[in-house]
C-alpha cells in the first residue's frame, strides 16, 4: 500500500498476508503507527483517492480491492462490520441514539422504520444495558463511551454479518468498561459463531479474545500463529518485547495495590 504525495510516494503497507478461519477471532496487535487500522480500512475501501492499494482481499470469491463501489457498500456494513475505535465520536450529536440506529438498519436491512425499532430494543438489551428504552432516547453526549462502544456493538451484531472488524474497541474507554466490551467479544464468539478480526495495540486484551494472532511492525508482519504459540513461545524480538512490557506493567501494578 502506497500513499501517493505531491512529491513522493511513502510506502506504508508491504507484505501483509493473512486468513480469516470461520467462527475464529483473529487478533491483529502492533504498536501505534504499525499499520493495523489502516490494513482493515483499506480491505474495506475505507482509505482515500490518495492511497494506491495493490494485491487482492477475498471474501466470498469477491475481491474486494478490485470490485466496484456498490458491490462494497452492500458489503460493508451488512456482511463485514467494522466497530470503530472511538466511539464519542462515531455518533452524530445531533441524533437520538434511536434514530441512528433505525438508520442504520433501514438503509442495511432493507426494512421499514417500524420494524427496525424493536431490533434497536432488542439489540441494547443484549448488550445488558440498564434501562435501554431510556438510553435509546438518549443523545450520545449523554452516554459514557463504554456504553456507546456496546451500542456499537449490538448495532454490528443486529446486522448479522459474517464479519466484525473491531478497530482498538476498547481504547477510549476506562478500565471497567474495558472489562465490560471485552466480555461482550468474548460472548459474540460464544453465542452468534461470527467470525471477527479483532485489532489492538494490548496484548492483554488480544489475548482474551483471539485466537490466531499477527504482531506488526512498520507495516509488516513480524509474527503470526495461534495465540497460545505466540504468547507462549513468542519467535521474534518485537513479539518478546510486547510481551515483556505488558508483564511488566501488570507486576508493577501488582505490586503497587499489594
Do not use: W
Not at 110 to 126: D, M, N, R
Request: with cysteine; proline share 3%.
Amino acid at each position: 500500500m502506497d500513499f501517493k504525495d505531491y512529491k513522493d510516494v511513502v510506502h506504508i503497507i508491504r507484505d501483509i498476508s493473512f486468513s480469516l478461519k470461520k467462527n475464529h477471532c483473529l487478533g491483529i496487535v502492533g504498536e501505534s503507527g504499525s499499520g493495523k487500522s489502516i490494513t482493515c480500512r483499506a480491505i474495506l475501501g475505507l482509505l482515500g483517492k490518495n492511497f494506491n492499494i495493490e494485491g487482492d482481499a477475498f471474501f466470498e470469491g469477491i475481491n474486494l480491492l478490485k470490485a466496484d463501489k456498490r458491490r462494497i457498500r452492500r458489503i460493508r456494513g451488512k456482511e463485514v462490520s467494522m466497530i470503530l475505535q472511538n466511539p464519542m465520536t462515531s455518533f452524530d450529536p445531533l441524533y437520538s441514539i434511536e434514530n441512528q440506529m433505525i438508520e442504520t438498519l433501514v438503509e442495511n436491512l432493507g426494512i421499514s422504520i417500524s420494524e427496525a425499532k424493536p431490533l434497536c430494543l432488542k439489540a441494547v438489551e443484549e448488550m445488558n444495558i440498564i434501562n435501554p428504552k431510556v438510553v435509546l432516547k438518549k443523545y450520545p453526549h449523554e452516554l459514557s463511551g463504554g456504553m456507546l462502544q456496546r451500542v456499537m456493538i449490538g448495532i454490528a451484531l443486529t446486522l448479522k454479518p459474517q464479519i466484525i472488524i473491531a478497530d482498538e474497541p476498547t481504547t477510549a474507554v476506562d478500565s471497567a468498561n474495558q472489562i465490560k466490551v471485552l466480555k461482550e467479544f468474548a460472548n459474540i464468539k460464544e453465542k452468534y459463531h461470527t467470525s471477527m478480526i479483532f485489532i489492538s495495540h494490548d496484548l492483554g486484551a488480544i489475548s482474551k479474545v483471539a485466537d490466531d494472532i499477527i504482531v506488526m511492525k512498520d507495516g509488516r508482519i513480524v509474527e503470526q500463529g495461534t495465540a497460545k504459540e505466540i504468547l507462549n513461545s513468542p519467535k521474534n524480538h518485537h513479539t518478546k518485547y510486547l510481551i515483556d512490557t505488558r508483564k511488566s506493567l501488570v507486576d508493577r501494578f501488582n505490586y503497587i495495590i499489594k
